[in-house]
């Protein structure tokens, strides 16, 4: 028999979402790059656009109850840009500020902790159509607005986080092309990421002179299993690890751009866009990190005379350079067709705890899109019960185990857009009528709150 999940004192349990996937309102706030991704035919798989996604504005009040319901240490939110500040430069809105505080004083009037990401992707359009993350004056716009955001909310949010999963920013949007701004060129994937992490690395000294507590970011690092030991397997694997992984931490970790990166990416780019003082900036001391877990790589390298059209280009190509290869999850898989490895999460646990040491460790975003079973009031959801089950238990494994790890958000609160998949793929612990807007606890929802209730008993 599977011994009883018990969650330890002191280990902060919360659910998280963010703002262009829950808001909606658009007409409340500036344009973002997802707004104009959305618009163009056939990036968004069934048409969804930012309205109403889950109405959480005009819903705030029902879904902080439903947290208090929950029984959650902490909310991760995230702050849309363009809402509070509409073109992403200049002036900003009392209307967008509004909400946030009472957002926040809503969490802190329930005694949930608000813990804040300052970029979920949605980048006002304004700065987007300057060039977006391929312009380093992105950065310093992004610096400016992360400082105002302390200094209106770093006496009430409990941790900041600047961005959530650059990888995702720069290999979805700007070299595999099914993320906003949807370009499909490596040297500006590798320009976007380096400049996210610029951006990172400027905002950190300034949420710090604004007085913000507890500052870090949000990875989306993802083990990379090679299915064999073939030449062409390892170096597929490298090279996937190299980008998803590697670059991330050895900027974290102040370890600049490995000599083994620049080699695999020469082809594409001589990295021009690094400056003289950027390593440094990039590694300024982070008081936590993040990392969003979902699943692993399994890499088989093929031959190099493989036909391009037996390579799973679609998903390869937000590796750029990679030699080769087919990405071959096994079973049991979710709605996104994205392998369940709880075991995955404890590798990458240790690996974050080896490339930074005395970072503390939170898992900000582990969860499922999986099929609901709608029974009159009930939602039935065995599945993402017992992917969230197991994975909290894996996470508890690498604690045991010595790495520090201070908490766990469940992915999502709410059933919401899914990015380019729309609102296709299910991912909350709550059912959301699309019409009414109702909210419905299902079945891993009743399951969190009890284990959560459990703690007090
Ligand atoms: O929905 C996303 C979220 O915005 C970022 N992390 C992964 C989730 C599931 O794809």
Request: charged content about 20%; overall charge negative.
């Amino acid at each position: 028999m599977t011994p009883e999940l018990v969650i330890p004192p002191g280990f902060q349990c919360g659910v998280a979402t963010s703002a262009w996937q829950i808001e909606g309102d658009s007409a409340g706030r500036g344009p973002s790059i997802w707004d104009d991704f959305a618009a163009k035919p056939g990036t968004i798989i069934d048409a969804t656009t930012a309205d109403p996604a889950c109405d959480h504005i005009a819903h705030l009040d029902d879904d902080l109850d439903w947290l208090t319901w929950l029984g959650i240490d902490a909310y991760r939110f995230s702050i849309s840009w363009p809402r509070v500040q509409p073109t992403g430069q200049g002036a900003f809105s009392p209307h967008g500020i509004d909400f946030y505080n009472r957002l926040i004083d809503g969490l802190i009037k329930r005694g949930i902790e608000p813990v804040a990401t300052l970029y979920h992707w949605d980048l006002p359009s304004a700065l987007g159509d300057q060039g977006g993350w391929l312009e380093r004056d992105t950065c310093e716009r992004f610096a400016d607005y992360s400082q105002r955001m302390a200094e209106e909310f770093g006496d009430r949010v409990g941790r900041w986080a600047t961005l959530n999963e650059p990888w995702v920013s720069a290999y979805l949007g700007y070299a595999a092309g099914i993320h906003a701004p949807g370009i499909t060129d490596p040297n500006s994937a590798m320009t976007a990421a380096f400049h996210l992490m610029l951006a990172h690395g400027l905002a950190m000294p300034r949420l710090r002179a604004a007085q913000a507590r507890n500052c870090g970011i949000v990875l989306n690092l993802i083990p990379t299993l090679p299915e064999d030991e073939q030449p062409e397997t390892m170096a597929a694997s490298a090279h996937i690890d190299r980008l998803h992984n590697q670059f991330f931490l050895d900027l974290l970790a102040g370890r600049g751009v490995s000599d083994g990166l620049r080699k695999s990416l020469a082809q594409f780019t001589d990295f021009a866009f690094v400056g003289d003082d950027d390593l440094s900036t990039i590694a300024a001391p982070i008081d936590w990190i993040g990392e969003n877990y979902y699943t692993v790589n399994r890499v088989r390298g093929l031959p190099a005379s493989t036909p391009l059209s037996q390579v799973e280009t679609q998903v390869l190509s937000a590796y750029p350079g990679c030699p080769p290869a087919q990405f071959k999850p096994r079973e049991p898989r979710s709605d996104m067709g994205w392998e369940v490895v709880p075991a995955g999460l404890t590798s990458i646990l240790h690996t974050m705890a080896t490339a930074l040491p005395g970072t503390p460790i939170w898992i900000t975003e582990n969860g499922a899109a999986m099929g609901d079973v709608h029974d009159g009031p009930h939602v039935h959801d065995p599945l993402r019960m017992d992917y969230l089950r197991s994975h909290i238990e894996a996470a508890l494994q690498a604690r045991d185990e010595g790495v520090d790890v201070r908490g766990y958000f469940a992915w999502s609160l709410l059933d919401n857009i899914e990015w380019a998949e729309g609102m296709t793929k299910r991912f909350g612990i709550f059912a959301v009528d699309p019409v009414t807007q109702q909210r419905t606890p299902k079945d891993s929802a009743h399951w969190y709150r009890d284990l959560l209730a459990a703690r007090q008993a």
